[in-house]
């Protein structure tokens, strides 16, 4: 018999409460790169400007991803996701108000927070709600298919959403987090729980990546032999290493170096790295080049990216079968082989074939998703003892984070540069190549999850 109580109201309503969650801060990471050159125009915002318009989002998402666990104890997952769901709604609102690109980079900032919040409170909000295994498993699935209908339709909404104004990609969330919070209202309170706070590690996590992807970013727009640049780069290079030396110290570590003795999980963390850094850096850069030098429209832009997004659509529900007939490190490698055939393909090709051709090799990088995502989340948590399963996901959603960021940071730079776009577009592109090749390389490491880690 089920353990959830009679009087209890339907987890139905956390699960919707949840996957919205997801929808939501999926989809703000996804809609925006279509909208790019439309924004450039209307706020006179440079490459750097856009480049910070995505990048401002997901460096917060992705630093504060480390403690946003920590605040979900604390308050309980109820009033986290609460929190994260308005937060978010608020920043939307000023993110479609914004006069100007500071004020929109601004509230970005603020989006990424309230996301980072969301997303782990989401789950423990699961979690409490479903007591039975097979339930929760089944649950987890609906809710993780709120982020894949995001990321597949996410390119169309946007280019439709342009077509009334590039405003209204940020006003959409209002309904969908106003109806959020009417479902919270239906959830249970949830437990409070006293844990530790690492301050150091965060303080020095939002410096090393803030700099980093700075210097990335300005090098790119004004050069990199300016002081600025190079300093910020020396000193983003310091906090990775006081970020660090703080994480052997600290009584409690936001990432427990034993995580790290785990040879699956330092692997599935270069996985997830090098994963966003082509599935969320291709997207920027072939938005950017379809709508300039091809003179598409938003709405033809997002169409053209149908078929990467369909795939992972379609194949993530057998991503477990085809695992389970081949092996998870067959599958990763397969993954990633595709990501490398896709993008090196379009490095060499894309500038001179149709936009047919162009979206058939996207979907080469599309493929890699239901291979690579779902396997290898599985590999790590089945890998680390089970009370670093929690650090450990946080850990490998933030390593996918920081290779989205860095990759629009990188490839804006290199798109910038006065060797032309069309050039600063293979070089990124080429880039993206030899890192996945590298982790494919890597991938063949991999341990069976029933061999001693």
């Not at 300005?218 to 310091?238: M, N």
């Not at 785990?262 to 291709?282: D, K, P, Q, S």
Request: with cysteine; charged share 10%.
């Amino acid at each position: 018999m089920d353990q959830q109580s009679a009087s209890s109201p339907p987890p139905a309503f956390t699960l919707v409460a949840a996957l919205l969650g997801f929808f939501v801060i999926t989809l703000d990471a996804v809609v925006v790169n279509v909208a790019l050159p439309t924004i450039g125009r209307e706020l006179g915002a440079e490459m750097s400007g856009l480049q910070w318009v995505v990048d401002s989002y997901t460096m917060v998402f992705a630093a504060l991803l480390l403690s946003a666990g920590v605040i979900t104890d604390r308050i309980g997952a109820r009033n986290a996701f609460g929190l994260g769901v308005a937060i978010f709604m608020s920043a939307s609102v000023v993110c479609g108000l914004a006069p100007d690109t500071l004020t929109l980079i601004l509230a970005r900032l603020l989006q990424g927070a309230g996301a980072a919040i969301m997303m782990p409170s989401s789950m423990a909000l699961i979690r409490h709600a479903y007591h039975d295994p097979v339930k929760r498993g089944r649950a987890v699935a609906y809710w993780a298919m709120g982020g894949s209908v995001a990321a597949t339709s996410g390119p169309v909404v946007g280019g439709l959403l342009i077509l009334l104004s590039w405003r209204w990609i940020f006003f959409v969330n209002l309904p969908v987090c106003l109806l959020t919070f009417a479902l919270l209202t239906r959830v249970e309170p949830t437990e409070k729980r006293v844990t530790r706070f690492d301050l150091w590690g965060q303080i020095t996590a939002v410096a090393a990546m803030g700099l980093l992807i700075f210097s990335a970013i300005e090098g790119g727009e004004i050069g990199w032999g300016r002081p600025q640049v190079w300093g910020s780069l020396l000193l983003g290079a310091c906090a990775v290493v006081a970020f660090v030396i703080g994480q052997r110290r600290v009584r409690h570590p936001m990432v427990p170096p034993e995580l790290f003795r785990v040879r699956n999980a330092v692997i599935a963390l270069a996985v997830g790295f090098t994963f966003m850094m082509g599935y969320f850096g291709l997207p920027f850069v072939m938005s950017l080049y379809l709508q300039q030098l091809r003179g598409l429209s938003p709405l033809q832009t997002g169409l053209s990216f149908l078929p990467m997004m369909l795939i992972g659509l379609f194949l993530t529900p057998f991503s477990a079968r085809i695992v389970e007939r081949f092996g998870a490190r067959a599958v990763i490698f397969s993954g990633l082989v595709s990501m490398v055939l896709g993008l090196f393909c379009m490095a060499l090709l894309a500038d001179g074939l149709p936009i047919a051709g162009i979206s058939v090799l996207m979907g080469l990088v599309g493929l890699a998703g239901p291979l690579i995502a779902p396997p290898i989340a599985e590999v790590l948590l089945g890998s680390v003892p089970a009370p670093l399963a929690g650090t450990a996901s946080g850990a490998f959603n933030t390593s996918r984070q920081v290779g989205g960021a860095l990759a629009v940071a990188v490839f804006g730079a290199l798109l910038a540069q006065p060797f032309g776009f069309v050039n600063g577009m293979r070089v990124s592109l080429l880039l993206a190549t030899v890192v996945a090749l590298l982790t494919a390389w890597c991938s063949l490491s991999l341990r069976p999850v029933s061999a001693p880690a």
